[in-house]
Each structure stands twice: as C-alpha cells, then as structure tokens.
C-alpha cells in the first residue's frame, strides 16, 4: 500500500511557474505508475500528466504539453510536477495517484490547491 501527500501549490501570477511534489510512503513506491490529475469547481477531473514506475515513459494532456514537466525520484519516494507558463485556465486542486501497472490509480492524495491569477 502507497500513502500520498501532494505540495507546493499555492498563488501565483499567469505566467508564472510552480513545482508540486507527491511525497509517498510505503517500500513498493518505485513498482507503481504515478498519475497528476486536478480539478477545477464545476469541471470534471482530467489527467494532466503520468509517469511510469522506472520514470523512462511520460505522457502529459494537450493543454499543458510543453509546459509541465513530470518526473519522479524514487531514491526520495517523490514525484514531481513542475508547472511553468501558468494560466488562469490552470486553477484546480491537483491530485496525484498512484496503481501498479495495468491496474486503476488506487491510491490518492488529498490534493493541494493551485490558482493562477491573471
């Protein structure tokens, strides 16, 4: 079993960046795939980037390609998001998750808040 706690979020300026980390507990933490999502009031949750359990395989949702950037150290049991060129369009409350390979996101963090201001 995978205990998750997201940070870093907080209030910034559109156009500024932001790095979230999702500490984890639990000895298995590098077997098992790593997934941010967020949610904004109103709206549906989307995945808006996940990483694989070695951190060689990322893959990020249309709207922040080219601006988040996922990685993970699994010496620290961390993964990260860092968020740059930010968007008021951003603002949600961003979840990590976690599941084994070919399995669901079994496990969730409690999420942190992030807004852009424009």
């Known amino acids: 079993q995978v205990q998750l706690v997201e940070s870093g979020g907080g209030l910034v300026q559109a156009g500024g960046s932001l790095r979230l980390s999702c500490a984890a507990s639990?000895?298995?933490?590098?077997?098992?795939?790593i997934g941010w999502f967020r949610q904004a009031p109103g709206k549906a949750r989307e995945l808006v980037a996940a990483?694989?359990?070695?951190?060689?395989?990322?893959a990020y949702a249309d709207s922040v390609k080219g601006r988040f950037t996922i990685s993970r150290d699994n010496a620290k049991n961390t993964v990260y998001l860092q968020m740059n060129s930010l968007k008021p369009e951003d603002t949600a409350v961003y979840y990590c998750?976690?599941?084994?390979?070919?399995?669901?996101?079994?496990?969730w963090g409690r999420g942190t808040q992030v807004t852009v201001s424009s």
């Open positions: 639990g000895r298995t933490f590098s077997s098992y795939n």
């Open positions: 998750a976690g599941g084994l390979p070919r399995d669901d996101y079994d496990y």
């Open positions: 990483i694989n359990w070695s951190g060689g395989s990322a």
